[in-house]
């Protein structure tokens, strides 16, 4: 029986990634997403496409190499054969929030999984959360941490994660204040489901059924082991503002019609 196993991780092998050119220049880039061939190469366009699972991009590579699609002439498609360190480098990434959501609701419905915050608190040190600001303004800083209970009810695995956010800024209004506590409330509630996503594994069977499994990690709390003190990575504002951008330019095809 054909098993296909997805990672809650930026796909990063070749076997995930296809490679697509010969796009005519008659599409722009506000079009379709795409990158401009360099100037040794002829006029137009190249893209490539990652997938969550290999079966689906090696499906999609053989219906679609060959076809004219969106064009007059056919395209190019191929499997990605890159080797280099920095297309590699995104191996062990994990999805944004956003992709975490996408990923779970497609394979397992939107009442195949659910998340609970056990707790959610203010970490800010009092001797630290305030200075005056050489302008007038005042210099702050806001810390925030979440423990969070993912749970597969269907497959009976539970698994917990934590994380800590913390921004740095100058408060000129008593609303930015407010802002800021709103916004750093939701952003340690997505990272702590981030990271509890992280050591899902989704097994896809060939007769389409999925099943969940759980990797054994150092990292990895125990519902027993979550009533002391927890030590996780504080992670800055500057860090969620690229994973926003990046989900926003990235384009993830989970399968083909």
Not at 49 to 63: D, G, L, R
Not at 89 to 95: E, K, V
Not at 130 to 157: A, D, I, N, T
Request: hydrophobic share 40%; aromatic share 8%.
């Amino acid at each position: 029986m054909e098993v296909d196993i997805l990672e809650f991780t930026v796909p990063a092998e070749n076997n995930k990634t296809l490679f697509v050119w010969d796009i005519q220049p008659s599409h722009s880039e506000a079009q379709i997403y795409v990158c401009q061939n360099s100037a040794l190469n002829p006029q137009g366009f190249y893209a490539l496409i990652k997938f969550y699972s290999a079966a689906q991009a090696a499906k999609a590579q053989q219906q679609t190499d060959g076809r004219p699609l969106l064009q007059s002439c056919p395209l190019k498609v191929r499997l990605s054969s890159k080797h280099s360190s920095s297309f590699l480098s995104d191996s062990s990434r994990p999805l944004s929030h956003a992709r975490c959501l996408e990923l779970a609701n497609y394979c397992l419905g939107f009442n195949g999984w659910t998340s609970d915050i056990i707790t959610l608190k203010e970490l800010t040190n009092e001797e630290e959360a305030e200075e005056e600001h050489e302008v007038g303004g005042r210099w702050m800083r806001l810390k925030f941490g979440c423990l969070l209970q993912l749970s597969f009810p269907y497959h009976r695995q539970t698994t917990r994660a934590a994380a800590v956010v913390e921004d740095c800024f100058t408060c000129t209004a008593p609303d930015l204040l407010l802002q800021k506590r709103c916004k750093l409330q939701r952003m340690v509630r997505e990272q702590a489901l981030v990271n509890a996503f992280a050591p899902v594994l989704l097994v896809l069977l060939g007769n389409g059924k999925v099943l969940v499994e759980l990797k054994q990690t150092s990292e990895q709390f125990l519902p027993d082991e979550t009533e002391g003190l927890l030590q996780v990575k504080v992670s800055s504002w500057s860090e969620f503002a690229a994973d926003e951008e990046e989900a926003v330019k990235e384009e993830w095809d989970l399968t083909v019609s």
